[in-house]
């Protein structure tokens, strides 16, 4: 059966229903909505990207606070470097950028690892599983490479701004 409209789709739908009802007693015949279909299949297609989405969520934040927990223990064993460079003059400014660029660094790094293997392990999939195709396009390996240099920013912040507020004087004397 075909409708004219797609608005007419679902109300048609129990009027074609009753209309073939009692001509098949024993229900031998099932009516399926092509409609229903696709908005069941876009459903569950939402849910695994909502799923999908907060996995890689997590995945982040847990690889921020690593980078996070690595700033500051470089921060803690170069005490007295950053002493030195406060009391030659350098500005807090300048600290911060020191790390920031150190915690980018880092991530940039590991961004371009995860680049590598997320371009790669497709195509050995592939390889392994000929009727699978790969489609990676390049604006998702820019946004992948940016978004892991920017947690790397964000979770770099707080360890750079630490190394910045220490006091000089204390900074030197810490052994």
């Known amino acids: 059966m075909q409708v004219g409209d797609i608005r007419e789709v679902r109300p ?6 009753a209309a073939v ?16 279909l696709i908005q069941e299949a876009e459903r569950l297609a939402w849910q695994s990207s909502l799923l999908l989405g907060s996995i890689a969520a997590i995945s ?5 606070i690593g980078i996070m927990n690595i700033m500051l223990a470089t921060v803690t064993e170069r005490t ?14 300048d600290i911060t950028e020191q790390f920031l660029i150190e915690s980018m660094v880092l991530s940039g790094v590991g961004g371009l690892l995860g ?3 997320g371009i790669g392990l497709p195509f050995v999939i592939q390889y392994l599983f000929p009727a699978m195709k790969v489609m990676i396009t390049p604006m998702s390996v820019v946004v992948a490479f940016c978004v892991s240099v920017l947690v790397g920013v964000g979770f770099g912040l707080y360890p750079a701004r630490r190394a910045a507020q220490m ?9």
Request: charged share 30%; proline share 9%.
């Open 12 to 17: 048609s739908a129990p009027i074609i229903e």
């Open 21 to 36: 009802k009692p001509w098949h007693p024993k229900k031998d015949v099932d009516l399926i909505v092509p409609l229903d």
């Open 60 to 64: 982040l934040i847990v690889g921020g």
């Open 80 to 93: 007295r470097e950053i002493g030195i460079r406060r009391a030659l003059g350098a500005k807090q400014r």
């Open 115 to 117: 680049v590598a293997l």
């Open 167 to 175: 006091d000089p004087i204390e900074a030197l004397r810490h052994e």
